[in-house]
């Protein structure tokens, strides 16, 4: 699969910016069969899973600080999927990435851990101003 994160930006904390990741899935496979992951990765910090959304059901998984603020969404039919990010806080400053985590059958489960995900897309700078 190949990802296109885009939607990044700066914004004064308390705003809002939407994520959306695109996706090319090749030939054989469809876009329902992945479960879609976002990651961020702060300047000298670990990679840390956001939020994820399982497969054909859409399930979703948050970490526990962005509970409440940010929304992951999936739509089958134009193979992305968005993070509506709203109070927006500085310690979200990272860049974003989207990647995938093949199942093959429809699941209720993600799973937050980005050893799971295989494919990943360029990674899109959130900024958050105090």
């Known amino acids: 699969v190949q990802l296109q994160a885009s939607g990044g930006g700066l914004v004064q904390a308390g705003g809002s910016l939407r994520l959306s990741c695109a996706a090319s899935v090749f030939s054989g496979f469809t876009f329902d069969q992945y479960a879609i992951g976002w990651f961020r990765q702060a300047p000298g910090k670990e990679r840390e899973g956001v939020s994820c959304?399982?497969?054909?059901?859409?399930?979703?998984y948050y970490k526990d600080s962005v509970k409440g603020r940010f929304t992951i969404s999936r739509d089958n039919n134009k193979n992305t999927v968005n993070l509506q990010m709203n109070n927006l806080e500085f310690e979200d400053t990272a860049v974003y990435y989207c990647a995938t985590d093949f199942y093959g059958v429809t699941t209720s489960i993600c799973n937050l851990d980005s050893r799971y995900y295989d494919d990943w897309g360029q990674g899109t700078q959130v900024t958050v101003s105090s």
């Open positions: 959304i399982s497969t054909a059901d859409g399930s979703e």
